[in-house]
């Protein structure tokens, strides 16, 4: 499932974010690329150990832990901090898969179970810079407002277009979920979103509504990894 979350980040949000990084000191993003991948990749990254990158993924993950669209979709065990780059004109990353396993501080293994990316530029700041995320009905391409939030199997062949003009800011990272089956994160995302409905139509005492959650969270517990 490829889900946009919109509005993860408010305008406020977004303008400090821009502030922080437009100051910030950019190295060669092929510091986090393996070895395939470093080949297709050309972009600017800010170190991960910058403190303008440990305040901003705070603040990131801070609003991802109240987003209920994420949380539903994503079941995140463990998020990779958030890493941020800039392609300017001429810069892009070809078609690649990302690494199964991230390391963050102290060695700690994070799965990449499903990618993230929040956009930071407009879409009119630049040209080109789409996500493109190929799936089983084909490519699909992703430029979406500042703010807002692409999250995709971290399994599926996926690039950055070149960009023609302008430079486009963005944060990415990894989620580790607590179900590990795409397909079974899938279908409780669907069931999700079907107690939602039902309580908001038939209120929360309702027996369908209650049998609905009751089979979620039984799914939820059979197929959770603690």
Known sequence: MILIVPEV?????????????EAASFIDGKVTAGAQSAEAKQNLQLPQDAPEAKAL???????LGRNPAFISAALPARVYPPLFNRYEAGMGFGDHVDNT???GEGGRRYRTDLS????LSEPDEYDGGELVISGPIGAEAF???AGDMVLYPATTVHQVTPVTRGARWASF???QSMVRSGEQRDLLWELDQAVMDARARLGDGDETAIRLTGTYHNLLRMWAEA
């Open 9 to 21: 980040l408010s305008a406020a949000d977004v303008a400090a974010c821009r502030d922080r990084l």
């Open 57 to 63: 993924g705070e603040l990131i993950l801070d609003r």
């Open 101 to 103: 396993i991230r390391y």
């Open 116 to 119: 993230c990316t929040l956009f």
């Open 143 to 145: 430029k979406l407002a």
């Open 173 to 175: 990272f990894w989620v």
